[in-house]
């Protein structure tokens, strides 16, 4: 079992930054691969991120590419999401999502274990 929660959302104006993090805990050295997802109200979850442990690979949506940066400690146990230049089209519920077989899908479905989601709201 692998737990994660997130923090760091919050309200921000557009323009801003802010920091998420993911703590995970349990079999952490069994979870290589780390994503983040959004959603909004009424849409469904969206790839935003993923990460592999190592950092030697990285992807973002589209949407968020050259604005967000996904890291990872070598410890396996804390992931954030840096998210830069923030529009209002970025509020959603921000989740974090490990994966234990190899690959970094931009479906949810391919990741194994949830947190709980940050709330992140971009005023304008």
């Known amino acids: 079992q692998v737990q994660l929660v997130e923090s760091g959302g919050g309200l921000v104006q557009a323009g801003g930054s802010l920091r998420l993090s993911c703590a995970a805990s349990g079999r952490t050295f069994s979870t290589p691969r780390m994503g983040w997802f959004r959603q909004a109200p009424g849409k469904e979850r969206e790839f935003v991120a993923a990460?592999?442990?190592?950092?030697?690979?990285?992807y973002y949506a589209d949407s968020v590419k050259g604005r967000f940066a996904i890291s990872g400690d070598n410890a396996k146990t804390t992931g954030n999401l840096q998210m830069n230049s923030l529009k209002p089209e970025d509020t959603a519920v921000y989740y974090c999502?490990?994966?234990?077989?190899?690959?970094?899908?931009?479906?949810?479905?391919?990741?194994?274990?949830w947190g709980q989601g940050t709330q992140v709201t971009v005023s304008s």
């Open positions: 990460i592999t442990w190592s950092g030697d690979t990285t």
């Open positions: 999502a490990v994966r234990l077989s190899p690959g970094l899908p931009r479906d949810p479905r391919g990741y194994d274990y």
